[in-house]
């Protein structure tokens, strides 16, 4: 998670915080105030915000800020429905919608892989989970502003690019399909299927069910060896600093926590990572008070 501060830190250095115009879309008032402190602290000052989708789309027009931060759940037309709309005037010209490709980091307390998906294909650049920490707000619309995506405008998909690489990828594949073509057991389904026109062969689509099941429990205690990692330093960081832990160490912890549960089960080697960073995180806190003492 450290080594995530210092990446926050590196894509904030490339963006003149001060000129970039924000439009803060939440309406709950009290969270909308944390999040102008927080982004006034890091050199953002050319702020604005509105209450609904209606006042959004206003400013929208009247403005055209470089990034919309929207909080998901907003009363009338969702954050997810604005989107939508936004990415849309892409393919059917909005006057109400000069930019159509503007970034869009979305704020929501979903977390579920369905929820994720159906933001990216909405057309969100980037997906922050309530309660997040200030890193990690500020990763996301660092992100955003830096890491500029191909701009898609399709029929059955408008907004940024939801493949991140722009280069061939030699490890391992990340796009369902990739991943699909790339299956040992996927390669089995393919075989079966093919053979459906004929007689089922019962002893290989029960193996195959087996391998399936096996491979669905190998996941399931992969992820829950993980959670148990990140618990277990957690409860270590608090034995060790009791009253005198530090809120971002715990909040680090409880958005690992969380993102560990949103990760998805074939993309294991971002989950190892989360947990890597955790163990790291504490080894240096604990190096840090030794030598105090």
């Known amino acids: 998670m450290n080594m995530q501060h210092s990446q926050t830190q590196r894509l904030l250095r490339k963006v003149d915080c001060a000129a970039i115009s924000l439009l803060i879309v939440e309406d709950n008032d009290a969270s909308r105030r944390l999040v102008m402190e927080l982004l006034r602290a890091a050199g953002f000052t050319n702020l604005s915000f509105a209450r609904d989708a209606e006042e959004a789309i206003e400013h929208l027009q009247a403005q055209a800020p470089d990034l919309l931060l929207m909080d998901w759940g907003l009363p009338g037309m969702s954050g997810l429905e604005l989107v939508t709309l936004i990415r849309q005037s892409a393919l059917t010209p909005d006057p109400r919608f000069p930019n159509p490709a503007i970034p ?24 922050v989970i309530k309660p997040f920490s ?11 502003l830096v890491r500029k995506r191909r701009f898609v405008a399709h029929e059955s998909f408008t907004g940024p690019d939801r493949r991140r690489r722009r280069v061939p990828h030699t490890g391992p594949q990340r796009r369902a399909e990739d991943r699909d073509a790339q299956s040992p057991l996927n390669a089995d389904l393919g075989a079966l299927r093919g053979f459906m026109g004929g007689e089922v062969d019962i002893v290989a689509v029960n193996e ?7 491979t669905q429990t190998d996941a399931h205690e992969f992820r829950l060896s993980l959670v148990e990692q990140a618990s277990q330093s957690l409860n270590q960081y608090m034995s060790l600093f009791g009253s005198l832990a530090e809120p971002e160490v ?7 926590l969380i993102r560990l549960n949103e990760v998805p089960y074939a993309d294991p080697d971002e989950a190892l990572n989360i947990v890597r960073h955790l163990n790291a995180l504490v080894t240096k806190r604990r190096t840090s008070r030794r030598y105090a003492i």
Request: glycine share 2%; charged share 20%; aromatic share 4%.
């Open 250 to 256: 715990v909040t680090v912890h409880l958005d690992a």
């Open 134 to 144: 200030t890193s990690a707000l500020l990763r996301a619309i660092a992100s955003a």
């Open 104 to 127: 869009v980091v979305m704020l929501t307390a979903r977390q579920r892989e369905y929820d994720v998906t159906s933001a990216r294909n909405a057309g969100v650049n980037e997906f």
């Open 208 to 214: 195959v069910v087996l391998r399936l099941m096996q």
